[in-house]
């Protein structure tokens, strides 16, 4: 699975935004998806994830009602709608694929787990 994620962009707090996450391969379809930022000085972070149905999604309490993430299998494309953002949201965002599955007793949220990564698109939040 290769991946290309895009979207990122400067606005203020309170805006929305939209990310895109680009899958080329038929696997798509099959593997649970997530998306992690970095800020500048800090560690790989996971945001939220969402198993290949769509049907199971987890989010880090940082953003959870905030955020969310579909997917459109039909397209290989997942997307995270940021909403209400904040200034402590700016960092470089990745999207992720995992063979591991995702349960709603066991969402996948460690970023060793993903071996398939697009490379960053950058949101900047000002206050």
């Known amino acids: 699975v290769q991946l290309q994620a895009s979207g990122g962009g400067l606005v203020q707090a309170g805006d929305s935004l939209r990310l895109s996450c680009a899958a080329s391969?038929?696997?798509?379809?099959?593997?649970?998806m997530g998306w992690f930022r970095q800020a500048p000085g800090k560690e790989r972070e996971f945001v939220a994830s969402?198993?290949?149905?769509?049907?199971?999604?987890y989010y880090a309490d940082s953003v959870k009602g905030r955020f969310t993430i579909p997917r459109d299998n039909a397209n290989n494309t997942m997307y995270l709608q940021m909403n209400s953002l904040k200034p402590e949201d700016t960092a470089a965002y990745y999207c992720?694929?995992?063979?591991?599955?995702?349960?709603?007793?066991?969402?996948?949220?460690?970023?060793?787990?993903?071996?398939?990564w697009g490379q960053g698109t950058q949101v900047t939040v000002s206050s």
């Open positions: 992720a694929a995992s063979a591991k599955y995702q349960l709603a007793s066991r969402p996948v949220t460690n970023r060793y787990d993903y071996a398939y």
């Open positions: 969402i198993d290949w149905s769509g049907g199971i999604t």
């Open positions: 391969g038929r696997a798509f379809s099959t593997v649970t």
